[in-house]
């Protein structure tokens, strides 16, 4: 299933049975307008983009694809994965063998999903898939850092005490999702395979005010040549940088060059400086425009600042975008640093 606008393309199915289930449904539920049914073959693309949407090409976009494969590559690997279960299942599988099995089971069938994704790339923001087994997890990402993703999540999802299945999502694109989203809260999935965690969370000195915290994180980051949205209500600030511009050497030529445009300034400067011309060239960092101020920034980061526990002040950078995980240590490192000693 994937989502287009304000619209959902889903259920696409080889079966001739389960289509005239799912067309059924969305007559009946009156989604007709928003849900399209496509049929596939084995032997299609498993992402169709373009005419077989009712859309030209060129301009298919999907924010996501979700997919439930089939689990298994034989009848045999079923029925042997059915005998294994400690205990009866609490109800019937009432899945049909096209529903279950595919040649190379749960892994071929993603592998072919990823295939699609290297060359779709960022088409589709973000490709999603179920999987029934652990190990497909590791196999997988190993493919997948193979064709080279630097940004995909991990998910556990947990049915009562009994049933247990695994998801794994992957992007082309720079945009950074939430920790909670990437990387599961349970023990089941070690963490050489989980992403780096986009969130790091530190701790002003005690006694520390609020409003101190507050201003040392504002004007630390103001200071960077970075663009830089602090919203005084919320305590919150969004940064895009193009690189690292906090280490001494960019701060050193960030001020030589500012000296030398003083300069400048100075010596060139009109007789007469108009009010107009001092606005047109005022950049209001309120105004934040998506894929403008971001454009060609290698690195996005959101910083949030609240009262913490017994009186100290938490400070949490959360990583928004960009593929370089030491960037966004160096900067949260950075900036740890300058609020413990209150600059």
């Known amino acids: 299933m994937e989502i287009r606008g304000d619209s959902l393309t889903g259920d696409q199915d080889i079966d001739a049975k389960n289509l005239k289930y799912a067309r059924d449904n969305v007559r009946r539920n009156k989604l007709d307008s928003r849900v399209q049914i496509v049929e596939r073959s084995p032997s299609d693309p498993l992402i169709p983009l373009g005419e077989e949407i009712g859309m030209p090409e060129s301009d298919t976009r999907l924010d996501f694809t979700m997919c439930n494969p089939p689990f298994y590559e034989s009848r045999d690997e079923l029925i042997s994965a059915a005998k294994a279960k400690q205990r ?4 019937a599988c009432t899945g049909a063998e096209v529903e279950m099995i595919t040649a190379g089971g749960e892994v ?9 994704s290297v060359k779709l790339r960022d088409r589709v923001q973000w490709y999603t898939s179920m999987v029934g087994k652990f190990s497909s997890v590791a196999t997988l990402l190993t493919i997948l850092h193979e064709e080279g993703n630097k ?6 999802f947990v049915q009562g005490s009994k049933t247990r299945r695994w998801g794994i999502g992957w992007s082309w694109m720079d945009y950074r999702p939430r920790a909670d989203a990437a990387r599961p809260q349970g023990q089941s999935i070690p963490k050489h395979l989980l992403p780096f965690p986009p ?3 530190f701790h002003s000195p005690p006694s520390t005010p609020l409003s101190t915290t507050i201003d040392a994180v504002n004007s630390t980051i103001t ?7 602090w919203n005084s ?9 193009r690189g690292n511009a906090w280490s001494r050497h960019a701060r050193r030529q960030m001020k030589k060059q500012a000296i030398e445009k003083a300069q400048t300034a100075a010596t060139n400067a009109p007789a007469e400086h108009s009010e107009k011309d001092s606005k047109e060239n005022d950049v209001k960092p309120a105004d934040f425009i998506p894929e403008k101020q971001d454009k060609g920034a290698e690195f996005g980061f959101k910083v949030s600042v609240r009262g913490g526990m ?18 966004f240590e160096s900067f949260c490192g950075f900036l740890k640093r300058k609020v413990e000693k209150g600059e």
Request: aromatic content about 16%.
């Open 223 to 229: 200071a960077l040549d970075v663009y830089w949205c």
């Open 310 to 327: 017994e009186g100290q002040v938490e400070v949490t950078v959360r990583w928004v975008n960009g593929f370089d995980a030491v960037i």
């Open 88 to 91: 009866p299942p609490f109800s």
């Open 233 to 241: 209500g919320t305590s919150t600030g969004l940064g895009f940088a």
């Open 199 to 201: 969130e790091f969370t």
């Open 108 to 116: 071929a069938f993603v592998n072919r999903m990823i295939k699609e």
């Open 151 to 156: 940004n995909w999540a991990v998910a556990e």
